[in-house]
Nanobody
Framework: QVQLVESGGGLVQAGGSLRLSCGAS????????RGWFRQAPGKERELVATINWSGGSTYYADSVKGRFTISRDNAKNTGYRQMNSLKPEDTAVYSCAARYGLRRYAKADDFDYWGQGTQVTVSS
C-alpha cells in the first residue's frame, strides 16, 4: 500500500500562486501513477491533472491548462502541484491520489490511494 500526506494550500488572492506537495510512504518501490483532483462545495469531484510513473506523460483539465503544473520527484517520493494565476473558481479541496502502474490514469475510480485533502481558497 501507499500512504499519501499532503501539504501546502491555504488562502491566496486571485492571480497568486500556490504549491502543493504530496509525500508518499509505504510500498513506494513499485511503480505508481499519481493523480490530482479537486472538489468545490456543492460540486462533484473533478480531475485536475494526472502524471505517469516516470513523469514523462501528463494530462490537464482544460480549466487549468497553462496555469497548473503537476510533477514528481521519485527519489523523494513526492509529487508537486504548482498552481499559478489562480482564480476564485479554483477554490476547492484538492486531493492527491496514487495507484500502482506505469501509465497515466484518467478517472478517480482508477486510483486506490488518497491523501487527506487540502483546502485552497482564492479570494477575488
Amino acid at each position: 500500500q501507499v500512504q499519501l500526506v499532503e501539504s501546502g494550500g491555504g488562502l491566496v488572492q486571485a492571480g497568486g500562486s500556490l504549491r502543493l506537495s504530496c509525500g508518499a510512504s509505504g510500498r513506494t518501490s513499485s511503480s505508481y501513477a499519481r493523480g490530482w483532483f479537486r472538489q468545490a462545495p456543492g460540486k462533484e469531484r473533478e480531475l485536475v491533472a494526472t502524471i505517469n510513473w516516470s513523469g514523462g506523460s501528463t494530462y490537464y483539465a482544460d480549466s487549468v491548462k497553462g496555469r497548473f503544473t503537476i510533477s514528481r520527484d521519485n527519489a523523494k517520493n513526492t509529487g508537486y502541484r504548482q498552481m499559478n494565476s489562480l482564480k476564485p473558481e479554483d477554490t476547492a479541496v484538492y486531493s492527491c491520489a496514487a495507484r500502482y502502474g506505469l501509465r497515466r490514469y484518467a478517472k478517480a475510480d482508477d486510483f486506490d490511494y488518497w491523501g487527506q485533502g487540502t483546502q485552497v481558497t482564492v479570494s477575488s
